[in-house]
């Protein structure tokens, strides 16, 4: 089923085109993150899928309706970059009323709370709380009512990293029980292995859309090898492999992943003299740099 259908969608203001031609599916059960620097047209796109920003051309269909209409807004759970709650009321009263909205049962919150580790603190004023708890209180508001869509914008920021950790196993509950999960972040290494696909926006434009092994090939980043030898052999291991010696014992390789192979069999000949390799694909922040690139011939 598909969660989140955007087809060639634009929208400008003046002559600043924010959003240009941009077309990104998901599917129930994907999780997809949304990457882009400031100004990329992210918050600009999400607006358009709450319905809060008027599409100027293109189409969106969130679960097949228009954004903003009833079904829409229901079925989507939102957390913005920025979350601001009445500093007066405690975490419970203030996710018990986000209950009340979503026409569910008051105690459906207390839940949430417990599923975020905000319990303990719930009956605390919210003024009372860092960045960080608050956006724990807001990652439970985007949770109440089972959304079939979650959009989560910067949705770590203020978090420390056990609790990031523990928002990541909550993005993965979400996605195996059918959410669709749209992610922007600039945290882009704790993305690399939580995510299912990857899109790059950059001046309104979506540059790539694929997962990250297909990102990679497409590509075509050098692969970091470090192989690990013995102080005697280093020179003569490097200087066959066509390496730099590091460190001593180290031999530092690269290589295209279609290489890989055929450079882990001239390594494996040396037999004995090998005491470990490790293999490094290029960087999920190298991706962004390379697919991020103002010129094509920069790529």
Do not use: W
């Amino acid at each position: 089923m598909t969660a989140l259908e955007i087809r060639n969608v634009c929208k400008s203001y003046g002559k600043l085109e924010t959003v240009c031609d941009v077309s990104l599916n998901i599917e129930a059960g994907e999780r997809v993150a949304l990457l882009g620097h400031n100004g990329a047209g992210k918050t600009t796109l999400m607006r358009m899928i709450l319905g809060l920003t008027p599409v100027q051309s293109g189409l969106i269909r969130v679960l097949g309706t228009a954004p903003g209409s009833r079904l829409a807004r229901a079925s989507i759970g939102f957390l913005p970059e920025s979350v601001a709650f009445h500093g007066a009321l405690t975490g419970r009263e203030q996710l018990r009323h986000f209950a009340r909205l979503k026409s569910l049962p008051v105690r459906a919150a207390d839940a949430f709370l417990e599923r975020v580790g905000m319990a303990d603190a719930a009956d605390r004023k919210i003024r009372t709380y860092s960045k960080g708890m608050r956006q724990r209180i807001g990652l439970a508001q985007a949770l109440l009512g089972a959304p079939k869509l979650a959009l989560l914008d910067e949705p770590t920021s203020g978090l420390d990293p056990i609790s990031r950790h523990e928002f990541y196993d909550i993005v993965a509950e979400l996605a195996n029980s059918g959410t669709a999960v749209l992610l922007s972040s600039h945290a882009l290494t704790e993305l690399e292995a939580r995510t299912d696909r990857i899109a790059i926006m950059s001046k309104g434009r979506l540059l790539a859309n694929d997962d990250l092994a297909s990102l990679r090939q497409s590509a075509r980043l050098p692969i970091r090898l470090k192989v690990t030898t013995t102080l005697a052999d280093a020179d003569r291991v490097a200087q066959e492999l066509g390496g730099a010696r590091i460190n001593g014992a180290s031999v530092t390789l690269t290589c295209h992943q279609d290489e890989k192979v055929a450079m882990l069999g001239q390594i494996t000949a040396f037999g004995a003299l090998i005491k470990d390799v490790d293999v490094t694909p290029g960087s999920l922040e190298e991706l962004y740099r390379h697919y991020s690139a103002a010129n094509p011939e920069d790529r």
